[in-house]
């Protein structure tokens, strides 16, 4: 069964801490996206990687990095967390072929204060 | 660019309703289309999809048409259970290897 996970279903943070959120999946994708999830705004892409060490931004990187040392791993990193980063941010792999079907993971609902 | 409009929510429908959530896109080209359904505390994951013009998608009750002359993928189910209540997002993959891109999603309830 495919399987995408995240570290945390809910975090709490504090304005200016860097905040690391972390995905794995077990598939061998080769995609892996970054999603913020808020209300009226659907999803929005923030970044994506093709390959390990390669990263494409979406439409709203502004405030985020990321990094995908492994295939296995991308990870979102928050250098300096604001309150308007409070969301729902979803990870999702997909293969490239046949169908780039996207799988994703339960989400993380971050909350900075 | 490419977009997908999908009908603003929520809809609230009674148990054994019949559904209809309006998906419409703008692309150039044939893009692939998705529905994607997230249930209460969940991620999204694949309702259904259809990769070519008049191809109907279809799973558990569900189905959509490609439809290229009106640009749509309206999603449609006979009878609804409340155990359909959940948020429906309608998604396009352009070409290639490309990110999806989705719609603002449609929140439904169904009650009993």
């Known amino acids: 069964d495919v399987k995408v996970t995240q570290s945390s279903r809910y975090l709490v943070k504090r304005t200016g801490e860097k905040v690391f959120l972390e995905c794995v999946q077990d598939?061998?994708?080769?995609?892996m996206f970054w999603y913020r999830q808020d209300p009226g705004l659907g999803l929005r892409l923030i970044y994506f990687?093709?390959?390990?060490?390669?990263?494409e931004k979406g439409d709203i990187p502004e405030g985020y990095s990321v990094s995908r040392e492994k295939k296995e791993r991308f990870s979102l990193i928050l250098e300096s967390a604001s309150t308007n980063q409070t969301s729902m941010y979803l990870c999702a792999s997909s293969p490239i072929e046949p169908s780039y079907e996207q799988y994703f993971g339960p989400g993380t609902r971050l909350t900075v204060t | 660019g490419n977009s997908v409009t999908q009908m603003e929510g929520p809809v609230t429908l009674s148990e054994e309703a019949f559904l209809t959530i309006n998906c419409t896109y703008t692309?150039?080209?044939?893009?692939?289309l998705f529905w994607y359904v997230q249930y209460p505390g969940e991620g999204l994951q694949l309702l259904l999809k259809a990769t070519k013009a008049d191809d109907k998608g279809s799973n558990k009750g569900f189905e959509a048409t490609y439809r290229k002359e009106t640009t749509s993928f309206h999603l449609e189910k006979g009878s609804v259970q409340v155990s359909d209540s959940a948020v429906y997002f309608c998604?396009?993959?352009?070409?290639?290897?490309?990110?999806?891109?989705f719609g603002k999603g449609t929140r439904l309830s169904v009650i009993a």
């Open positions: 598939m061998d994708h080769e995609n």
């Open positions: 990687s093709y390959d390990v060490k390669m990263k």
């Open positions: 998604a396009l993959r352009h070409s290639g290897n490309t990110p999806l891109v």
């Open positions: 692309a150039t080209g044939y893009p692939s």
